[in-house]
């Protein structure tokens, strides 16, 4: 932890382990993130930003690397509304575990994903960094096609038995820059 006093919000990030870059289920957790925070359509924001005013940006990420992964959120937020918020998006691990996502937010998920992939791959440069990372971790080249229907495979199924795997009370991680003296969470209030 490192202390900042001039810093005005209070910034959180709340982790749990995730799988490696290669993985087989990785696009079961791409949709999962999409699903928790992946923009303004995402959980976290509607519930969290949106409707309880909890928090000025929030947002979740994936970051797999070759050996292990961190699905994180990221929100800042004030001092007052600090515990709330973690408590908040502890319960939407919650809520992934012990209900299926609706038809209808998997479908806007799904394409909200396969959406950025097909801009993300926009520029010369987007396509030959894709090309190596393609090379390095997978050993083969997954076109276009290939991700889109990777991608329209996922289940609702495969994303509860998932966030039942990743959001496990003793795995969750809670770390900020500001000072955190006052910030108190127990075990218990990170049991999803």
Not at 8 to 24: D, F, K, N, R, T
Not at 83 to 90: A, D, R, T
Not at 139 to 158: H, M, N
Request: charged share 25%; proline share 2%; hydrophobic share 40%.
């Amino acid at each position: 932890m490192r202390n900042k006093k001039a810093l005005e919000q209070v910034q959180l990030c709340v982790g749990v382990p995730a799988y490696p870059i290669a993985h087989e289920k990785r696009f079961v957790c791409y949709v999962l993130n999409t699903v928790l925070g992946g923009g303004m359509s995402s959980r976290l924001f509607q519930n969290i930003r949106e409707k309880q005013g909890l928090a000025y940006s929030i947002y979740s990420d994936l970051n797999p690397y070759r050996d292990t992964g961190c699905l994180s959120v990221y929100a800042g937020t004030s001092r007052e509304s600090a515990v709330k918020l973690v408590k908040s998006v502890v319960a939407e691990f919650r809520k992934l575990k012990t209900e299926e996502v609706p038809a209808d937010e998997l479908r806007r998920a799904k394409d909200q994903l396969k959406g950025s992939l097909v801009l993300s791959l926009e520029s010369s440069m987007s396509c030959m960094s894709n090309l190596a990372r393609q090379e390095m971790y997978f050993d083969r080249f997954y076109g276009i096609d290939d991700l889109i229907g990777l991608i329209e495979k996922v289940t609702s199924e495969q994303l509860q038995e998932q966030a039942r795997e990743f959001f496990q009370g003793d795995s969750i991680a809670v770390d900020g820059a500001r000072e955190f003296e006052w910030l108190k969470l127990s075990r218990n209030q990170l049991a999803c």
